[in-house]
């Protein structure tokens, strides 16, 4: 009768959901420590000042596109924010919505700005009115004219890059680069999913920086979970944070999945065991659905093939066993090992051995036995 209880009483704190910030954000420090300097000490020199983020659906990509935005937008730059999926040709959307932007600038602010400064502040020279909207033509006249006319400097991100025809993408990497050399304040970071199969990636994408958005270390899985359940005044008990932190398998999708249907199973404070293997199956279900089977469904018969035989087996699984299963030559099974690899289902575990990079695939391919 008088036993102690702590009920909720906030609303469950977990987001899964494409694009959502979520309440903590783990396991990303460097990649936010390598580029959000720049809008507060701009240098040309930095190799982060074109990024592109590459991974599979669910790993973060939106989120930490949204985190570099907002600390752009708190230190004074004009943030100029695509997408590359549906819609306007790429450079296109870029014009206008530079252009919508020079509108709202006072002419008399951006009337002329400095083209040189000589050595001790001496010979100063003026250029004339930057390009009105009427001269503007490409995107390296108007991304020369809008930051030209910011005080601060321009950060241009576009998702879903991978969907961009590879003549935008050359259009778009010469006018950064152009500006790039000219040591202009302009930040570009692009984000999307692999580009499996192509023949080479492009040449500006190749030179971006490219950090690693691979799984979660359990530690960083593991703060997620507590620090996300304490902003709202909760917690997990010490063998249901264990085995959450396992079911996660180091997904930044999966980790929120987890956390929320734990929550809505737990009717009280901590969270134990029993709440996070009833929390087990509707998470990996929606991420089968949402991840791993859009994944699966996008690679060649042979690529399947060869998942298909990872999942007979039991992973890890020795390249040689796939290969002589389908009496493939050690050339053939290499490209579909390699092209899996690209395409963020598989991933080496050892000398001659692959696994599975990301939960649920087996279980996708039984479904659609």
């Given at each position: 009768?008088?036993?102690?209880?702590?009920?909720?009483?906030?609303?469950n704190?977990?987001?899964?959901?494409?694009?959502?910030?979520?309440?903590?954000?783990?396991g990303?420090?460097?990649?936010?420590?390598?580029?959000?300097?720049l809008?507060g000490?701009f240098s040309?020199?930095?190799?982060?000042?074109?990024?592109?983020?590459r991974g599979?659906?669910?790993?973060?990509?939106?989120v930490?596109?949204d985190?570099i935005?907002?600390?752009?937008?708190?230190a004074?730059?004009?943030?100029?924010?695509?997408?590359a999926?549906?819609g306007a040709?790429?450079?296109?959307?870029?014009?206008?919505r530079?252009?919508?932007?020079?509108?709202?600038?006072d002419?008399?602010?951006?009337?002329?700005r400095?083209?040189?400064?000589?050595?001790?502040?001496?010979?100063v020279?003026?250029e004339?009115?930057?390009p009105t909207?009427?001269?503007?033509?490409?995107?390296?006249?108007?991304?020369?004219?809008i930051?030209?006319?910011?005080?601060?400097?321009?950060?241009?991100?576009?998702?879903?890059?991978h969907?961009?025809?590879?003549k935008?993408?050359?259009e778009?990497?010469?006018?950064a680069?152009?500006l790039h050399?000219?040591?202009?304040?302009?930040?570009l970071?692009m984000?999307?999913?692999?580009?499996?199969g192509?023949?080479?990636?492009p040449?500006?994408?190749?030179?971006?920086?490219?950090?690693?958005l691979?799984?979660?270390t359990d530690a960083d899985?593991?703060?997620?979970?507590?620090?996300?359940a304490?902003?709202?005044?909760?917690?997990?008990?010490?063998l249901?944070?264990?085995?959450?932190v396992e079911l996660?398998?180091?997904?930044?999708f999966l980790?929120q999945?987890?956390?929320?249907h734990?929550?809505e199973?737990?009717?009280?404070q901590?969270?134990?065991?029993?709440?996070?293997e009833?929390?087990?199956s509707?998470?990996?279900a929606?991420?089968?659905?949402?991840v791993?089977?859009?994944?699966?469904a996008?690679?060649?018969?042979?690529?399947?093939a060869f998942?298909a035989?990872?999942?007979?087996?039991?992973?890890?699984?020795?390249l040689?066993?796939?290969?002589?299963?389908?009496?493939?030559?050690?050339?053939q099974?290499?490209?579909y090992?390699?092209?899996?690899?690209?395409a963020?289902?598989v991933?080496p575990?050892?000398?001659g051995?692959?696994?599975?990079a990301?939960?649920?695939?087996a279980?996708?391919?039984a479904?659609?036995?």
């Open positions: 009768m008088f036993g102690v209880s702590v009920f909720r009483v906030k609303g704190p977990f987001t899964p959901s494409f694009g959502t910030l979520p309440a903590v954000l783990v990303r420090d460097e990649v936010l420590a390598g580029i959000t300097p809008f000490r040309a020199r930095d190799i982060h000042w074109a990024t592109h983020l599979h659906r669910g790993a973060g990509k939106t930490l596109l985190q935005q907002e600390a752009a937008a708190q004074g730059w004009w943030v100029l924010q695509e997408d999926g549906a040709p790429l450079p296109a959307k870029i014009i206008n530079s252009l919508a932007r020079l509108a709202e600038h002419p008399s602010r951006r009337g002329r400095i083209a040189s400064v000589h050595a001790l502040g001496v010979g020279g003026l004339p009115t930057p909207p009427a001269t503007v033509t490409s995107v390296r006249d108007v991304l020369d004219a930051v030209a006319a910011e005080a601060n400097g321009v950060l241009v991100t576009v998702d879903e890059i969907q961009a025809p590879e935008a993408l050359d778009l990497g010469n006018a680069q152009h050399r000219a040591g202009r304040p302009l930040v970071v984000a999307g999913l692999p580009r499996p192509r023949s080479h990636e040449t500006f994408l190749a030179r971006a920086w490219q950090p690693d691979g799984r979660l899985v593991e703060r997620g979970l507590v620090d996300t304490a902003t709202a005044g909760g917690r997990f008990e010490p249901a944070l264990r085995r959450a996660a398998a180091g997904e930044p980790l999945l987890v956390g929320y734990a929550w199973a737990a009717h009280r901590p969270i134990r065991v029993a709440e996070v009833r929390a087990a509707p998470a990996l929606t991420y089968n659905r949402a791993t089977a859009r994944m699966v996008d690679v060649s018969p042979d690529q399947r998942l035989s990872m999942a007979r087996h039991g992973t890890p699984v020795r040689g066993d796939v290969r002589a299963e389908h009496e493939w030559s050690q050339s099974a290499g490209v090992r390699q092209r899996l690899i690209d963020g289902l991933v575990a050892g000398w051995l692959v696994e599975f990301i939960p649920g695939v279980d996708v391919l479904e659609e036995l």
